[in-house]
């Protein structure tokens, strides 16, 4: 979910057949209801289909965003048809028209390449960078950039960024969940689902928080670090599902289960926040500011942090395809 002018969020749905991109505008007076718009609705296979996480605002108000399957290539191993693809949303230029969507990019699904595409992050330049679920070197997914051409109509340049693997550290992190958020200097930072360094409550970890740091010279490897590993319930998230920068410069995020609420031994997720050091030196710290309960319990990716500290986000439930908007106020 992302925020544009006027306070209107945008988001992504993947019930119902294939997905669909929609708005919520805020109502026009205080305890009114917000409206809710069907911006773009998937079609065919070459078009894309099942968004599986938010879309992210660029200029002009255009909307950036991936599906997981679909696109030109035939099959990728996956129950649907596809590697996934990269696509642009582009408002309308009278009040009321229709939105028009463009592939620009779609996964080979090569084994060097990503699939199962996820939440994009825009670099000033215009650059996108996401990430994969799986592919990569490892198999384990990736962090990729995608360039945009240099002349209008020609093509979008993707070059894998990191591939995600266990290493010998302890450090070890798998499978890159949705949402890149950029700091200074152009580091990348996000989540991994499984694996870090906390393994007793969640068997082979409960998820990280890393860093993807550019290189000092073009063409060298990006150097990755773990800011933060996850320990479950009932003290803490396990399953993170990306991170957003606040203006205070605090990394906020939502977790898929652990915390204090009652949806069985995993938990219902928490809402956290990963304030940086003031030196370099020190850790990060990492804060549950909600212990998530039904039927707010279950928060799909990509959350976002409006001017006065209020984070929104979205939940699913998968057997009634059903879900909410929320709030959380500080």
């Given at each position: 979910?992302?925020?544009?002018?006027?306070?209107?969020?945008?988001?992504?749905?993947?019930?119902?057949g294939?997905?669909?991109?929609?708005?919520?505008?805020?109502?026009?007076?205080?305890?009114?209801?917000?409206?809710?718009?069907?911006?773009?609705?998937?079609?065919?296979?070459?078009?894309?289909s099942?968004?599986?996480?938010g879309?992210?605002?660029?200029?002009?108000?255009?909307?950036?965003?991936t599906?997981?399957?679909?696109?030109?290539?035939?099959?990728?191993?996956?129950?649907?048809?596809?590697?996934?693809?990269?696509?642009?949303?582009?408002?309308?230029?009278?009040?009321?028209?229709?939105?028009?969507?463009?592939?620009?990019?779609?996964?080979?699904?090569?084994?060097?390449d990503?699939?199962?595409?996820?939440?994009?992050?825009?670099?000033?330049?215009?650059?996108?960078?996401?990430?994969?679920?799986?592919?990569?070197?490892?198999?384990?997914?990736?962090?990729?950039?995608?360039?945009?051409?240099?002349?209008?109509?020609?093509?979008?340049?993707?070059?894998?960024?990191?591939?995600?693997?266990?290493?010998?550290?302890?450090?070890?992190?798998?499978?890159?969940?949705p949402?890149?958020?950029?700091?200074?200097?152009?580091?990348?930072?996000?989540?991994?689902?499984?694996?870090?360094?906390?393994?007793?409550?969640?068997?082979?970890?409960?998820?990280?928080?890393?860093?993807?740091?550019?290189?000092?010279?073009?063409?060298?490897?990006?150097?990755?670090?773990?800011?933060?590993?996850?320990?479950?319930?009932?003290?803490?998230?396990?399953?993170?599902l990306?991170?957003?920068?606040?203006?205070?410069g605090?990394?906020?995020?939502?977790?898929?289960?652990?915390?204090?609420?009652?949806?069985?031994?995993?938990?219902c997720?928490?809402?956290?926040?990963?304030?940086?050091?003031?030196?370099?030196?020190?850790?990060?710290?990492?804060?549950?500011?909600?212990?998530?309960t039904?039927?707010?319990?279950?928060?799909?990716?990509?959350?976002?942090?409006?001017?006065?500290?209020?984070?929104?986000?979205?939940?699913?439930?998968?057997?009634?395809?059903?879900?909410?908007?929320?709030?959380?106020?500080?």
């Amino acid at each position: 979910m992302t925020i544009g002018a006027g306070g209107v969020l945008y988001g992504t749905t993947n019930g119902n057949g294939i997905g669909t991109v929609f708005s919520l505008s805020p109502p026009s007076s205080p305890g009114g209801a917000w409206s809710e718009h069907v911006l773009h609705v998937f079609g065919s296979n070459a078009d894309g289909s099942n968004p599986g996480a938010g879309v992210t605002i660029g200029a002009g108000g255009v909307l950036y965003g991936t599906t997981q399957f679909g696109g030109s290539v035939a099959a990728c191993g996956q129950e649907e048809p596809g590697c996934g693809t990269v696509f642009s949303l582009t408002p309308p230029t009278a009040p009321g028209g229709a939105w028009t969507e463009a592939v620009l990019y779609t996964f080979p699904g090569t084994s060097s390449d990503g699939c199962g595409t996820q939440n994009l992050a825009i670099g000033k330049e215009g650059e996108l960078y996401g990430t994969s679920y799986s592919g990569g070197a490892s198999g384990a997914g990736t962090v990729f950039s995608l360039t945009p051409p240099r002349s209008r109509g020609g093509r979008w340049a993707e070059k894998v960024l990191y591939s995600f693997g266990d290493n010998s550290a302890g450090f070890a992190v798998s499978v890159p969940s949705p949402g890149l958020a950029i700091g200074r200097d152009g580091v990348l930072y996000g989540t991994t689902g499984f694996l870090g360094t906390t393994t007793a409550t969640c068997g082979g970890g409960c998820g990280t928080v890393f860093s993807l740091t550019p290189p000092a010279s073009p063409g060298s490897a990006w150097t990755e670090a773990v800011l933060y590993s996850f320990a479950g319930a009932p003290n803490d998230g396990s399953g993170p599902l990306g991170v957003v920068f606040g203006s205070d410069g605090v990394l906020y995020g939502a977790t898929s289960g652990g915390g204090a609420g009652a949806c069985g031994q995993a938990g219902c997720g928490t809402i956290f926040s990963l304030t940086p050091p003031a030196d370099a030196s020190r850790t990060w710290t990492e804060a549950v500011l909600c212990n998530l309960t039904l039927p707010n319990a279950y928060v799909n990716p990509g959350l976002a942090v409006g001017k006065d500290g209020v984070i929104f986000g979205a939940t699913s439930l998968v057997d009634t395809n059903t879900g909410t908007v929320f709030a959380l106020e500080p």
